[in-house]
């Protein structure tokens, strides 16, 4: 064992021959214990992890890796035992930085650290990176275990950094990692929270052990965004329930105070007031909502020729392309559906860009020459065209005017539904499109190969990324969905004249 100056906080080890815990082990404890149960005793409830994440969180870690020209990388799993001994040797031959460098402490609480690395003094610094643009709660919990870890095997950590990504970086040619990271010094806050983590690992190996901890679905829920057991907790909670009508702060309480989710069963002086409430009547009374002069009023407001427009955009954190910063949304596709007039058959234009090349200027070029100057442009959720088209006209000046015309244009279809001037019960309180069209036609995403926005985007980043094997696949999937998001608009625009 390489000898390494001692950190002196004392901390009060609990006694040998318990079980090695992990750092999501020690996070899943204290903030969502039910699910480190099912971690270990139902492995079968986990969902694949997302590739086109898992790419993007690497190219992260490797970027950063470049703030440091003399560092090596561990090449083992954290858990094994030759990445403790890699970890040992590397410190051996006077290596200063390490990348994915594990330890573990006499008791078997082990970690790996993002980018581990030598002070002048001989004492040590963790750098945790991270790929959100702000440092977060769980950040802290994620580097005070670390902290108590690599303490408790032998190591004196002097700092702890945690490295975010910089949303006001632009690109410029190839990526600068000392402007694409910023540092935050958290090693105070680190500190302070380690000095629970004795007490607390008694309780995780009680909850590893235990029997299954109740399920106190709730608030919790909403905070573990990517919690893998959400269908298995939920199993028993109507798809409409008193969840989608209340803040979680409040809903949660009543859950548990009534045993029930159900609205059927709730007392009604429960339930909120206004456009909820209008929600859970038509639910409960399976009636519908039709406002006959109000969808008038805003039908009068369209002029052919119609234009029904959807955006497909990819995000990424590292920017893919010149003049973007981390996070842009950078439209790739657009679905087009035109009509002329009432009697005009509807004519269909899209575009999608099939190379890993900044696809903006020629999807700008053809969605201008596609919208002529005159009509309305029909979108569903307009915050989010508009906002791509002041981003486009931002960093196309030269098409800005044409671009913002288009914004000028545009009417939002969401409105009505959103209004409730026409509702159906079936909707359980949503107004998004995947709601409202299997509401009033036939037509649903249940059969398509890619159902929903956030697939489109992340599959196609994949491809940009280079993980796609089969891209021609990819583009006739994605040109069916944003076609149907076109064609979907047209369907219940016409729902709308016909309820007028």
Same mark, same amino acid.
């Given at each position: 064992m390489v000898y390494l100056q001692k950190n002196t906080l004392n901390y009060n080890i609990p006694e040998r021959g318990c079980m090695k815990i992990s750092k999501s082990d020690y996070i899943l404890s204290l903030k969502y214990p039910l699910a480190l149960w099912l971690k270990k005793h139902k492995s079968d409830l986990q969902t694949e992890f997302n590739e086109g994440i898992l790419f993007q969180g690497n190219e992260i870690g490797l970027l950063a890796q470049k703030l440091y020209t003399d560092g090596k990388e561990i090449t083992y799993k954290p858990w094994e035992q030759k990445a403790l001994v890699q970890t040992e040797k590397f410190i051996a031959e006077g290596v200063e930085t390490i990348f994915e460098a594990v330890a573990q402490t006499p008791l078997g609480e082990y970690c790996a650290a993002d980018i581990l690395t030598k002070n002048d003094d001989g004492t040590w610094t963790i750098i945790e990176v991270k790929s959100s643009t702000e440092c977060k709660e769980y950040h802290l919990l994620d580097l005070s275990f670390q902290y108590y870890v690599f303490t408790?095997?032998?190591?004196?950590?002097? /700092?702890?950094? +945690?490295?975010? &990504?910089? /949303? *006001?970086?632009?690109?410029?040619?190839? &990526?600068? $990692?000392?402007?694409?990271? @910023?540092?935050?010094n958290v090693t105070a806050e680190v500190i302070q929270l380690a000095k629970d983590i004795p007490q607390n690992l008694p309780l995780i190996r009680n909850i590893k052990n235990g029997e299954e901890p109740a399920c106190e679905i709730g608030k919790c829920? =909403? *905070?573990?965004?990517?919690? *893998? #057991?959400?269908?298995?907790?939920?199993?028993?909670? $109507? @798809? #409409? =329930?008193?969840?989608? +009508?209340?803040?979680?702060? @409040?809903?949660? $309480?009543?859950?548990?105070? #009534?045993?029930t989710a159900d609205l059927k069963v709730l007392p009604k002086e429960l339930f909120p007031k206004g456009k909820k409430c209008k929600d859970i009547e038509c639910f409960l009374q399976q009636k519908n909502i039709v406002n006959k002069e109000e969808l008038a009023t805003f039908l009068s407001e369209l002029k052919y020729p119609l234009y029904f427009l959807d955006y497909e955009t990819i995000f990424s954190a590292i920017p893919l392309f010149d003049n973007t910063h981390p996070y842009q949304q950078i439209p790739f596709q657009f679905s087009l559906h035109i009509k002329k007039s009432a009697d005009f058959e509807l004519e269909h234009i899209e575009f999608l860009h099939q190379m890993k090349t900044d696809p903006r200027e020629d999807l700008i070029k053809k969605l201008v020459a596609s919208c002529s100057d005159i009509g309305s442009v029909i979108v569903y959720n307009q915050q989010f065209e508009k906002m791509v088209n002041r981003d486009l006209a931002e960093d196309f000046p030269q098409y800005k005017k044409e671009i913002l015309a288009i914004n000028e244009r545009m009417i939002d279809l969401l409105i009505p539904f959103r209004q409730r001037m026409l509702y159906r019960h079936t909707q359980n309180g949503s107004a998004s499109i995947k709601k409202t069209l299997p509401a009033f036609t036939e037509m649903s995403y249940d059969d398509l190969e890619i159902g929903n926005g956030g697939d489109a985007s992340s599959l196609y980043l994949a491809f940009m990324q280079g993980l796609v094997s089969q891209p021609d696949d990819l583009f006739a999937n994605l040109l069916e969905y944003c076609g149907q998001d076109t064609l979907a608009m047209v369907k219940l625009l016409d729902v709308l004249y016909e309820n007028a």
């Open positions: 408790n095997a032998g190591y004196n950590i002097q /700092n702890c950094y +945690v490295a975010t &990504i910089n /949303n *006001q970086y632009m690109r410029e040619g190839e &990526i600068d $990692p000392l402007k694409l990271f @910023k540092i935050h829920c =909403s *905070q573990f965004f990517d919690c *893998q #057991y959400i269908t298995h907790c939920w199993k028993d909670i $109507p @798809k #409409y =329930s008193i969840f989608n +009508v209340l803040a979680w702060d @409040k809903a949660g $309480p009543i859950f548990h105070k #009534y045993k």
